[in-house]
């Protein structure tokens, strides 16, 4: 009998550095999106706090901010800087600072100078809250439990409050800074279903502008009109009363003459420049 042959078949193994597929792709995608958060959450924590105002200001409302939004440009703080989160002017180590923050301090005691010497403007300056903080003077003029800047639910200056920004108008010009101008009231809703809050706070700031641009403060000065309503309680905790109803005029400090870029763009573009990296700006025709 023959000897049968014995074939033994052996399978090769696949591994080794076989096709991988595309999901790496996805999980470099992930990482991206992840560093690409990150990188915005800390750059959203270095800006000021009226900055991050604006900018939730745009996603809360879109189309209204688009409206109203201030004239005046995000800024963001160089690295390392002392203001990165204090606010333009709290870098008290920084000499320009000190004396930005002077210069509004004069202001403040220039327009109590002015009211008091005014028997009337005296006893309405007594509702006036003048106070320099991080973004800049903020000069809040708040209602009392009688009318005292405008009418009751109206939009309409009263004489007192007109004769006072005649006062402080040619002052404020003076300064040669933006203006921004917002208004204010308490949560109480307005007993109307054709306007409301918003509508009204809106109305009395822009009565605001006008009143300061006939009183001498240039168009070029305005920086910003807004109303705000309800949402920036001066008394959070006493939602309805009467020291929310205000408008409020903010006088920034000066921008740093060292400042980077104003745009986040442009500063995410500066950072991104260096030895090897290629300009994200495209060419522009000749």
Same mark, same amino acid.
């Given at each position: 009998?023959?000897?049968?042959?014995?074939?033994?078949?052996?399978?090769?193994?696949?591994?080794?550095?076989?096709?991988?597929?595309?999901?790496?792709? =996805?999980?470099?995608?992930?990482?991206?999106?992840?560093?690409?958060?990150?990188?915005?959450?800390?750059?959203?924590?270095? $800006?000021?706090?009226?900055?991050?105002?604006?900018?939730?200001?745009?996603?809360?409302?879109p189309?209204?901010?688009?409206?109203?939004?201030?004239?005046?440009?995000?800024? =963001?703080?160089?690295?390392?800087?002392?203001?990165?989160?204090?606010?333009?002017?709290?870098?008290?180590?920084?000499?320009?600072?000190?004396?930005?923050?002077?210069?509004?301090?004069?202001?403040?005691?220039?327009i109590?100078?002015?009211?008091?010497?005014?028997?009337?403007?005296?006893?309405? $300056?007594?509702h006036v809250?003048?106070?320099?903080?991080?973004?800049?003077l903020?000069?809040? $003029?708040?209602?009392?439990?009688?009318?005292?800047?405008?009418?009751?639910?109206?939009?309409?200056?009263?004489?007192?409050?007109?004769?006072? $920004?005649?006062?402080?108008?040619?002052?404020?010009?003076?300064?040669?800074?933006?203006?921004?101008?917002?208004?204010?009231?308490?949560?109480?809703?307005?007993?109307?279903?054709?306007?409301?809050?918003?509508?009204?706070s809106?109305?009395?700031?822009?009565?605001?502008?006008?009143?300061?641009?006939?009183?001498?403060?240039p168009?070029?000065?305005?920086?910003?009109?807004?109303?705000?309503?309800?949402?920036?309680?001066?008394?959070?905790?006493?939602?309805?009363?009467?020291?929310?109803?205000? =408008?409020?005029?903010?006088?920034?400090?000066?921008?740093?003459k060292?400042?980077?870029?104003?745009?986040?763009?442009?500063?995410?573009?500066?950072?991104?420049?260096?030895?090897?990296?290629v300009?994200?700006?495209?060419?522009?025709?000749?």
């Amino acid at each position: 009998m023959a000897d049968t042959p014995i074939i033994i078949k052996k399978k090769k193994a696949h591994g080794g550095h076989g096709h991988h597929g595309g999901s790496w792709k =996805v999980a470099y995608a992930d990482f991206v999106t992840a560093m690409m958060a990150f990188f915005m959450v800390m750059w959203i924590m270095g $800006l000021s706090d009226e900055t991050r105002a604006q900018i939730q200001g745009y996603f809360n409302d879109p189309l209204g901010f688009i409206k109203n939004h201030p004239k005046v440009k995000f800024s =963001v703080s160089p690295p390392g800087s002392p203001t990165a989160s204090k606010g333009m002017g709290a870098g008290h180590g920084n000499e320009p600072a000190k004396i930005d923050e002077k210069e509004l301090r004069e202001v403040e005691k220039k327009i109590e100078e002015k009211a008091k010497s005014d028997s009337e403007l005296a006893s309405l $300056l007594k509702h006036v809250e003048m106070t320099v903080t991080p973004e800049g003077l903020r000069i809040e $003029l708040v209602e009392s439990t009688v009318a005292t800047f405008f009418a009751s639910g109206r939009a309409e200056i009263l004489p007192s409050a007109k004769k006072f $920004l005649a006062r402080i108008g040619p002052l404020i010009a003076q300064t040669k800074r933006p203006v921004i101008i917002e208004g204010h009231t308490d949560a109480a809703p307005y007993p109307s279903d054709s306007y409301n809050n918003w509508d009204l706070s809106a109305d009395r700031a822009n009565a605001m502008r006008r009143a300061l641009q006939e009183f001498g403060l240039p168009y070029s000065q305005i920086a910003g009109v807004s109303g705000k309503a309800d949402t920036a309680l001066k008394n959070p905790s006493k939602p309805f009363d009467v020291s929310n109803r205000r =408008v409020s005029l903010l006088l920034p400090f000066k921008k740093p003459k060292d400042s980077t870029k104003d745009l986040p763009r442009d500063e995410f573009e500066e950072r991104l420049k260096g030895p090897g990296k290629v300009d994200l700006k495209p060419e522009q025709p000749q």
